[in-house]
């Protein structure tokens, strides 16, 4: 199981300089979150992925329904020997908002593994989270660690957008409390016009053999400006190169080619 989050941590970590021959952009999907309705829609957003980091978001509604998490502050879990170090950030105690800010693997790990994977299997059902297979990698035994790190659980940009329009209207079936500190701990700030909410998401398709390859980033969540709340997903591929990155450049394009730009949105 740990060889396994390392050849992860490997494959975000190695070639983070190579060159990136293409960038497509799978899916730019921005949708009213009152009725739905696509105000941009481009690209296969029926196409699915890993959620990798973005499902940290449904950890959160987990986590704080549960009682596991009390508050963005509360608890503060201390990194031990053995839990994912990739990152320096990660090397230290980590509170609720810090593992959301620094996408701290570990502590994901933490949440789930006292939910329990009757628990856990439980929440991804009634979330109807993408394809809901939360069987982690074949034979490993390592789904309530590792299904949603490239692995068995696999989303599109469309359900994305579902599960956030839920989340936000309160229809998940998690408390007021839940949805309310998610919402604290996944605050952009404002970008341009709007306040922006959201996740990153990086990771790779994992092959028969085990390794990672065509990186792919994500950037998933809500903007509200003024009496408008827009829900929004946008999906990125590389055909080669390393993970590392791929989640804020999908963020970083978006918020510039959508929430910064004039007329886009109106």
Not at 123 to 151: C, E, I, R
Request: hydrophobic share 40%; net charge positive; proline share 5%.
């Amino acid at each position: 199981m740990k060889t396994l989050l390392l050849s992860a941590c490997i494959f975000l970590s190695l070639g983070a300089t190579a060159s990136r021959a293409q960038t497509n952009v799978v899916c730019t999907l921005i949708v009213s979150a009152d009725t739905g309705k696509p105000l941009l829609d481009e690209g296969d957003c029926d196409r699915r992925m890993s959620p990798a980091s973005t499902f940290k978001i449904a950890i959160s509604l987990m986590g704080f329904d549960s009682g596991i998490l009390e508050s963005p502050d509360k608890p503060v879990l201390p990194f031990k020997k053995g839990y994912a170090d990739f990152l320096p950030q990660w090397r230290h105690s980590q509170t609720p908002a810090s593992w959301m800010r620094d996408s701290v693997v570990w502590y994901s790990q933490q949440v789930t593994l006292r939910l329990g994977p009757e628990k856990f299997a439980h929440y991804v059902k009634a979330f109807d989270y993408g394809n809901q297979d939360v069987s982690g990698d074949p034979a490993q035994n390592n789904g309530l660690t590792h299904a949603w790190l490239s692995s068995s659980l696999q989303i599109s940009p469309k359900e994305q957008a579902g599960f956030i329009r839920k989340l936000i209207h309160h229809d998940l079936p998690v408390s007021d409390k839940a949805v309310s500190e998610t919402t604290a701990i996944l605050d952009q700030g404002m970008k341009g016009d709007w306040r922006v909410y959201g996740k990153t998401g990086s990771g790779g398709v994992k092959g028969a053999d085990g390794k990672l390859t065509k990186p792919f980033g994500w950037f998933v969540g809500w903007a509200t400006r003024g009496k408008d709340t827009v829900v929004f997903a946008r999906l990125i591929q590389f055909d080669q190169g390393s993970a590392i990155g791929a989640g804020p450049q999908a963020r970083d394009g978006l918020i510039s080619s959508v929430f910064l730009t004039k007329g886009v949105l109106k």
